[in-house]
């Protein structure tokens, strides 16, 4: 059951922006990592980026310089700003709440709470 209520996503053209938005309603993270993770056709979930507070982001690599994670001012809202989008960005992607070590951030064994997902697609 999903814990955290996900928005945003859809189709858009190779170039193009997406903006995802995750929510975690009747929670406080106080502490908490806020991650993203994504899941294509076929393949494993993997790290998309995370944040542990304002200032210590974490980006898997193919995504660095294009997407942006940020928190809301409440604290428990999170975003995905996805710009310059490729068509190998296509996935289900998740968002994510839990208290990693720094070593496993990007690890999805690590996060305790999870979205339900939301369809990216980005058309070539």
């Known amino acids: 059951q999903a814990q955290l209520v996900e928005s945003g996503g859809g189709l858009v053209q190779a170039g193009g922006s997406l903006s995802l938005s995750c929510a975690a309603p009747?929670?406080?993270?106080?502490?908490?990592?806020m991650g993203w993770f994504r899941q294509a056709r076929g393949k494993e979930r993997e790290f998309v980026a995370a944040l542990r507070t304002s200032w210590h982001t974490y980006y898997e690599d193919s995504v660095k310089g294009r997407f942006t994670i940020s928190r809301g001012n409440d604290r428990n809202t999170w975003y995905l700003q996805m710009d310059t989008l490729k068509p190998e960005d296509t996935a289900v992607y998740y968002c994510?709440?839990?208290?990693?070590?720094?070593?496993?951030?990007?690890?999805?064994?690590?996060?305790?709470?999870w979205g339900q997902g939301t369809q990216v697609t980005v058309s070539s």
């Open positions: 009747g929670r406080t993270f106080s502490n908490y990592a």
């Open positions: 994510a709440s839990g208290r990693p070590i720094l070593s496993s951030i990007r690890d999805p064994n690590m996060y305790d709470y």
